[in-house]
């Protein structure tokens, strides 16, 4: 196991206390993933039931609420037959317990007692919650928009809350620099963060019988779960385990899209980005880090990525909410492109196509009452 940088290709031991390369970059971590099927299937339905695949050595450092394994559930969705995987049902109500649970029981085995994180609100109470359940301090930075609901959840933790005004990059300038004297628990320059969502891959590899599905329909930000659903098949697949990886379709809000509009006017860089309200505060992220990466990964996949507008956004929630599903909207960007999907003959009823649901509504309550219901 170690950590390398794509950029400088300088190598670093996946123990040394960093989170980002001397040359300014983001790093990864390379791992020899094993997959023991026979001990695999006989441990408890948790995410670290793969733990051949995760980089933490020691075992007694795991931060852990028992997550993982989420419900993989097939449903009828705009007349087309698809697999809900239900990552809303973690412990503080989203996907994002994925990558905090691996991320923080390193930070433990590390020996780091103070952190930073800064998010509009998911990632930053998945990791309050967890630094919270291992004595750890952490220092989370929101954007002063945030929703209510999410603030009240990551002071609830006892997280030093910090409200940035402005946009959604100013609260990451913030938070990078309070990172210079403290260790980064970032969600997209953290490695070990991704290293928990790949986890998702795992999942549903082996809830669909240990075989792939044919397309992954996900949502796009910073692309912590994309990326890290993308490492995982990949580790699949170099370990053996699957011979071929899921098309990856990307999804992204009509009013915050930058990485459509890189991958459909092949631009070489990242266009300025005039950031727009939208239900879908969790992807409205203007300057994706790892951009370069998540284009990778959706073009190696042969998949595409897709916009959507604020009204098929609603829609979407409204349909879902109609068979049972009460999800913050960011959770509703990624079915209701499923419409352009079968519309544009991108996938066929005949293929298996597994969509995350990744937020639960109580986190987006009052937003959903003013903007869907009008209360």
Same mark, same amino acid.
């Given at each position: 196991m170690e950590l390398w940088c794509r950029a400088?290709? #300088?190598?670093?031991?996946?123990?040394?206390?960093? %989170? +980002?390369?001397?040359?300014?970059? *983001? =790093?990864?971590?390379?791992?020899?993933?094993?997959?023991?099927?026979? #001990?695999?299937?006989?441990?408890?339905?948790?995410? %670290? +039931?793969?733990?051949?695949?995760? *980089? =933490?050595?020691?075992?007694?450092r795991v931060v852990s609420?028992?997550?993982?394994?989420?419900p993989l559930i097939f449903r009828n969705f705009k007349g087309f037959q698809v697999a809900f995987k239900l990552e809303y049902l973690f412990p503080t109500g989203s996907f994002k317990d994925r990558g905090a649970s691996l991320l923080v029981s390193?930070?433990?085995?590390?020996?780091?007692?103070?952190?930073?994180?800064?998010?509009?609100?998911?990632?930053?109470?998945?990791?309050?919650?967890?630094?919270?359940?291992?004595?750890?301090?952490?220092?989370?930075?929101?954007?002063?928009?945030?929703?209510?609901s999410k603030l009240t959840q990551i002071r609830m933790y006892g997280a030093r809350l910090v409200k940035v005004p402005g946009?959604?990059?100013?609260?990451?300038?913030?938070?990078?620099?309070?990172?210079e004297k403290s260790y980064y628990a970032s969600h997209y320059w953290n490695p070990f963060f991704f290293q928990g969502t790949?986890?998702?891959?795992?999942?549903?590899?082996?809830?669909?019988?240990?075989?792939?599905?044919?397309?992954?329909?996900i949502p796009v930000g910073h692309g912590t779960l994309l990326l890290g659903a993308h490492f995982g098949f990949q580790e699949l697949k170099a370990s053996g385990m699957v011979k071929e990886t899921p098309r990856i379709f990307a999804v992204q809000s009509e009013n915050c899209c930058p990485l459509f509009r890189v991958f459909h006017e092949g631009l070489t860089y990242l266009p300025q980005i005039v950031e727009?309200?939208?239900?879908?505060?969790?992807?409205?992220?203007?300057q994706p880090l790892r951009w370069k990466q998540i284009l990778e990964a959706v073009k190696s996949s042969q998949g595409t990525?897709?916009?959507?507008?604020?009204?098929e956004i609603v829609s979407s929630l409204r349909?879902?909410?109609?068979?049972g599903f009460f999800l913050e909207p960011t959770s509703a960007v990624a079915p209701a492109a499923l419409a352009q999907l079968v519309k544009r003959e991108l996938v066929h009823s005949s293929e298996l196509s597994v969509v995350p649901l990744t937020g639960t509504g109580l986190k987006a309550a009052d937003k959903i009452a003013s903007k869907v219901l009008d209360l």
């Open positions: 400088c290709r #300088r190598k670093y031991g996946i123990n040394e206390p960093i %989170w +980002r390369c001397g040359c300014g970059s *983001p =790093l990864d971590v390379r791992i020899d993933s094993q997959f023991p099927r026979d #001990r695999i299937v006989k441990r408890r339905p948790n995410l %670290w +039931r793969y733990r051949e695949a995760l *980089p =933490l050595e020691d075992e007694v609420f028992d997550e993982g394994f989420t390193k930070v433990r085995e590390l020996g780091i007692q103070e952190v930073v994180e800064d998010s509009s609100g998911n990632a930053a109470a998945a990791i309050a919650a967890y630094c919270a359940a291992s004595g750890i301090t952490c220092h989370i930075y929101v954007p002063e928009t945030a929703s209510f946009s959604r990059q100013d609260t990451a300038r913030a938070a990078f620099e309070a990172a790949k986890t998702f891959a795992f999942e549903v590899w082996e809830q669909l019988g240990f075989r792939v599905p044919h397309n992954l329909v727009k309200e939208s239900l879908a505060e969790g992807i409205g992220i203007s990525f897709l916009k959507v507008s604020e009204e349909e879902l909410s109609h068979q």
